[in-house]
């Protein structure tokens, strides 16, 4: 079965270790939720799957369907078929949006031209432009600059959805959103999981949990799992916070 | 106003006395332009004696006046413009060698005037060198906007002969409550030096907007001349400078502010890569009597060439304090970690990363005008395009 | 600002009026024409060694030969052999203030100079003219085997200490004042710091120019053994004259590996001078300078500190502050190469210019190949205070290196009304707003300034902008 496999991973950063033996394995069509307090680790557990250069694998590995990509650069996970919405996406100065995505999806297609803007695609972009809440202007505009928070999210989110990764991390979707943007954010990453993607939302809240059914919640603290089950965990977060979460655990 | 031999006999008489700059750039690099280049170069001695090195392509059906060495073709000239030849010049002042040369080495000059403009599609004025030789080849346009007009247009410049230095001069005169979308265009040529100089006045409650891309060549000096006079007249350039390829740029964007209102936005972005040479000036000068003006100027250069130079030079002469905002700034930096692990993490190689860079900075100007055929152009950019630019890894 | 802190401010009286004259006995004065034979009988009366006379003679060959720079303003009247190049006041050095001429005695304690060396320097060298008039030095700098002396002596005694550094940093032929600077140089302060010394309280040189129409040419040395810490202060004042004179002086500044200079010059010269200040400092591995500028007075202006960054994590830092109240010309800016890997550089540039002043920042910062992941930040603001006043910033950024970052930014523009509006319903008068308005502006170099020198600041640009016009 096709899976992303975290096994035994510690992570550090100038330094610091900041991960330290996590494992979870996630299935194509599958959601499972990582949540965790401010500087659990939740966000450098993203970025270090990813691939960031300034994180360092300290021990373990991350498998995509049973081949290592511990020591692949981020493109070659991205090609790979994994995808990070980013929680905080920076902008790109000299790029717009548009070519950014034809870019990835050419480049995926084998496509020698990577700029080509193959009209067949157009009608199924500017149908998830429309769904996810943007307009044309944004996707003439270059990637992120002068876009809200919400506007950033959304932008990830077209991103996602045309292309359609096997497995898909989405870093605080919900941030900026309003509560229209939250519910679009479900039914998308619902439709994209019953069309096979495996999701792991990373997450602080609860709220976008409620409409989805996490197959899965791993809570993460000072780097480690420190908890692991299914909804009735976030339930329990939301109504005693982490700290009580963890006071229990240590009971 | 002096006939076009008048304003010629003056330059020559002057040529060797002026200096091709009253005062060195910088403590460190004295000229940001390699003037020395040009000195290889002789005026053409008379129209007789040249060579058409370059034969002018066929016209492709979006161009409507093409200037190609000795020839003038028009192609479509719609109604309310027209297009003469000029007799007379208004009298510049012959300050350095590079105006003695230009006046000097006129091969054409031409005026083209806008009536009125119902078209939607732009008009498209292309100049190419085509003189071989070793002469300096100049070329002279003056465009003039009636008022109450919106007009877009296109002015390409590429100088196709390896054996001239082309130097061009274009003028837009804008009437007042006009509006101008320009595209302006200029791909150098990587054998000979050249000189470009865009001037553009704008009169009162008129704005000009920009979008140009210009390449480096073997040397080339960009240099854009802008006057917001009049009341709430406006000015947005977003400038894209791009040296690859070994090429070489200096671009200078001078502008003055002298109304009440006036506004001035510039936005520039450059690539340097290997080998090349870029350098991006901008400079805001608000006069003592503007009022309520406005100055923003940003650039930024990605210097992802090992052994490229990239330098970055905005200016603020503020001489009124009646200012609404006057800002500058620049950076000049690698493609940031954060932004190559961002495209990275679409799938894109470093490689790829950069090609689209480069490759963005063409399109935003290329394919503005979406399905007409570039033929022209094409040829030009042609092995850049589809050979280097855009490969996969 | 506190209601207490405006309070404290309008009721200090200003610590020193500005003086009309300060008649001092001379002993000698050179002047007229320049000639070989003045920089000859200058070396003579110095009793210099043989090697500076040939230094002198050949930045004066140099001075002959450079072109003058063809861009400068406000210097059209300078006519150096009207001036007197060298003046030697009547006065042999001395180490107490009591033992000084009443005038010049006077002026010192009305500037609170007795008081702040007691309480807060290590050592204070005061200059009038062309020759040092008296020398403290606290007796904690020599037991720590810290030299400072006039730089005459330091020539005769440590040459070889003097030899490795003078002109090495500010070249002599860097441009024609530069040259004629070396040719006639007189007065100054030498510094050189031990390796692992750090002078807790800072060492003050200060220069005054007595009568008009006179040169000073002072050269000031610190340098700073490895793993060393000093700040060293300049201060400069002028009676207003009649007619004008020029000072053409230079700082060099050597930072060994790890070592740490700090050295700030407030310039409050009259408005009859015109002053050039050649300022640089070489800075090696590991270590740090910064230059803090307070430019005031003069007539016409051009201070631009640089840095060398020559060895790897070295870092430089500068921050100018400079005001141009009334018809002069501040030209100032800063300079920063670096060439070694990993170096760093921040510049903060301030100007404000009113009643038709013209301050000018020239900025450069030039990244050589090899200086991998330097990093550069400027920052540049100009604020005018009337519609007669402009400001011009003209920074060049120049980049050799791909992994290297460099960012400059500037704003422009006015005090902003809805500010003056406040300070004014709180009792102020415009004039007395103004001058608040352009203290906060300067907090930043305020800030880093020891007290005294803060209290000076704030009192000068206080009396600066009460002054109808500033006019003096």
Redesign the interface.
């Known amino acids: 079965m096709s899976s992303l496999r975290v096994e035994n991973l510690s992570v550090s950063i100038e330094n610091k270790l900041v991960l330290r033996d996590v494992s979870f394995e996630l299935k194509r069509g599958e959601i499972i939720s990582i949540m965790g307090p401010n500087g659990s680790g939740k966000t450098s557990l993203a970025l270090a799957i990813?691939?960031?250069?300034?994180y360092e694998i300290l021990s373990g590995r991350i498998l995509l369907d049973d081949e290592e990509i511990t020591h692949l650069?981020?493109?070659e996970?991205?090609?790979r078929g994994l995808?990070?919405a980013?929680q905080n996406?920076?902008e790109?100065?000299?790029?717009?949006l548009s070519?950014?995505i034809f870019?990835?999806l050419n480049?995926?297609r084998?496509?020698?031209?990577?700029?080509k803007s193959d009209p067949k695609i157009i009608p199924l972009l500017m149908q998830n432009l429309r769904e996810v809440g943007l307009s044309n202007d944004h996707l003439h505009r270059d990637v992120n600059l002068g876009f809200s928070g919400g506007e950033k999210k959304r932008a990830e989110l077209l991103?996602a959805l045309m292309?359609k990764p096997k497995f898909l991390i989405l870093d605080e979707p919900d941030s900026g959103l309003d509560v229209d943007g939250i519910k679009i954010t479900a039914k998308k990453i619902k439709e994209l999981a019953s069309q096979g993607t495996g999701i792991i939302i990373i997450t602080h809240y609860a709220r976008l949990l409620k409409y989805l059914s996490p197959k899965e919640i791993i809570v993460i603290s000072d780097g480690k799992i420190i908890a692991r089950g299914g909804s009735e965990l976030s339930y329990l977060i939301e109504e005693r916070g982490y700290e009580a979460l963890k006071g229990d655990l240590n009971a | 106003m002096p006939s076009l031999n008048a304003l010629r006999e003056k330059s020559l008489s002057l040529i060797d006395a002026l200096p091709y700059q009253p005062l060195k750039d910088s403590p460190t690099i004295k000229y940001y332009t390699d003037w020395k280049l040009l000195d290889s170069y002789h005026l053409p001695i008379h129209s007789a004696g040249l060579t058409q090195v370059v034969q002018p392509l066929k016209l492709p059906s979006n161009v409507n006046v093409l200037i190609s060495g000795k020839e003038l073709i028009y192609g479509t000239i719609n109604e309310g413009v027209r297009v003469t030849r000029t007799r007379e010049l208004l009298e510049e002042n012959i300050t350095t060698r590079i105006d003695a040369i230009h006046y000097a080495s006129l091969i054409q000059a031409i005026d083209i005037h806008f009536a009125k403009y119902d078209s939607s599609i732009p008009f498209r004025l292309t100049i190419e060198s085509a003189l071989g030789g070793g002469i300096h080849e100049g070329y002279h346009v003056r465009i003039f906007i009636s008022d109450g007009l919106n007009v877009d247009l296109e002015l390409f410049e590429i100088p196709l002969s390896d054996s001239s230095a082309y130097n061009g001069v274009v003028e837009l005169i804008v009437g007042k409550k006009s509006s101008v979308n320009l595209t302006h265009v200029v791909i150098p040529n990587k054998k000979s030096p050249s000189v470009s100089n865009l001037k553009i006045v704008i009169n009162e409650g008129s704005s000009v907007s920009i979008n140009s891309m210009h390449m480096g060549g073997l040397m080339h000096r960009q240099q854009i001349n802008g006057f917001l006079l009049g009341n709430s007249s406006r000015m947005i350039a977003n400038v894209g400078l791009l040296g690859n390829e070994k090429r070489k740029i200096d671009y200078v964007f001078d502008s003055v502010l002298k109304g009440l209102n006036n506004e001035l936005l510039f936005s520039g972005l450059a690539i340097a890569e290997d080998n090349s040479y870029v350098s991006m000036r901008a400079i805001g000068r608000i006069s003592k009597i503007s009022s309520n003006s406005l100055v923003d100027i940003r650039g930024h250069t990605y210097n992802i060439g090992a052994e490229a130079t990239a330098i970055g030079s905005p200016v603020l002469e503020i001489n009124s304090n009646n200012v609404r905002l006057a800002r500058h700034s620049v950076s000049i930096s690698n493609i940031s970690e954060d932004i190559l692990f961002y495209l990275m993490s679409r799938g894109l190689s470093i490689k790829d990363v950069k090609n689209i860079f480069r490759s963005e900075l063409i399109s935003k100007v290329i394919s503005t005008t979406n399905d007409y055929v570039r033929t022209d152009v094409k040829e030009v950019l042609g092995t850049l395009l589809e050979n280097n630019s855009l490969e996969l890894t | 600002m506190h209601d207490s802190d405006i309070n404290r401010l309008l009721e200090s009286s200003p610590k020193w009026e500005i003086l009309s004259e300060l008649p001092t006995p001379k002993e000698i004065i050179i002047g007229g024409e320049l000639r070989e034979s003045v920089i000859r009988d200058i070396s003579r009366i110095k009793k210099e060694p043989n090697w500076m006379l040939r230094l002198r003679l050949r930045a004066f060959e140099i001075w002959e030969r450079l072109p003058s720079p063809n861009w400068l303003l406000g210097v059209e009247d300078l006519n150096l052999e009207n001036l007197a190049h060298y003046v030697k006041p009547a006065i042999t050095t001395k180490n107490d203030y009591e033992s000084l001429p009443q005038k010049i005695y006077d002026f010192y304690v009305s500037l609170g100079i007795p008081e702040s060396e007691a309480k807060y320097l290590s050592g204070l060298a005061g200059v009038l003219d062309s020759e040092t008039i008296i020398m403290r030095v606290k007796e904690w700098l020599r037991k720590m085997n810290v030299i400072f002396m006039e730089m005459e002596e330091a020539v005769k005694k440590y040459p070889d200490l003097v030899k490795k550094y003078f002109s090495r940093v500010y070249p002599v032929a860097d441009h024609k004042f530069a040259a004629l600077h070396y040719a006639l140089w007189s007065g100054g302060a030498f510094v050189y710091v031990p390796p692992n010394v750090k002078i807790t309280q800072p060492i003050e040189a200060f220069f005054m120019i007595s009568s008009a129409l006179e040169s000073q040419y002072e050269h000031t040395m610190v340098i700073a053994d490895e793993s060393s810490y000093i700040h060293f202060i300049e201060g400069c004042a002028a009676p207003m004259f009649p007619k004008y004179s020029f000072h053409n002086g230079a700082v060099e500044v050597y930072v060994h590996r790890k070592a740490h200079v700090r050295f700030t010059t407030i310039q409050n010269w009259s408005k009859k001078i015109i002053n050039f200040n050649n300022k640089r400092s070489i800075v090696e591995e590991g270590g740090y300078v910064e230059w803090l500028e307070g430019g005031i007075g003069a007539r016409v202006s051009y201070v631009y500190p640089s840095a060398v960054l020559r060895g790897k994590n070295a870092k430089a830092s500068i921050l100018a502050v400079s005001i141009a109240n009334g018809p002069y010309i501040k030209d100032s800016g800063a300079k920063v190469y670096h060439l070694a890997p990993n170096t760093k550089s921040e510049v903060i540039a301030k100007s404000i210019s009113s009643n038709g002043g013209l301050t000018i920042y020239r900025g450069l910062i030039y990244i050589a190949k090899g200086a991998r992941n330097a990093t550069s930040h400027v920052q540049c603001d100009s604020l005018l205070l009337d519609d007669r006043s402009r400001s011009v910033t003209i920074p060049h950024n120049q980049v050799l290196e791909d992994s290297a970052e460099v960012t400059h930014e500037a704003t422009a523009g006015k005090i902003s009304e809805d500010a003056l509006f406040y300070l004014q319903s709180r009792g102020l008068s415009e004039e007395e707003g103004k001058s608040l308005i352009v203290l906060g502006f300067m907090h930043d170099l305020i800030k880093e300034l020891p007290f005294e020198m803060a209290n000076i600041l704030n009192t000068v640009v206080q009396l600066e902008f009460s002054k109808l016009g500033g006019v003096g």
């Open positions: 990813m691939g960031h250069p300034k650069s981020p493109d996970r991205s090609l995808f990070l980013f996406p920076i790109v100065k000299g790029i717009r070519t950014l870019s990835a480049k995926r084998g496509e020698r031209n990577l700029l991103q292309l």
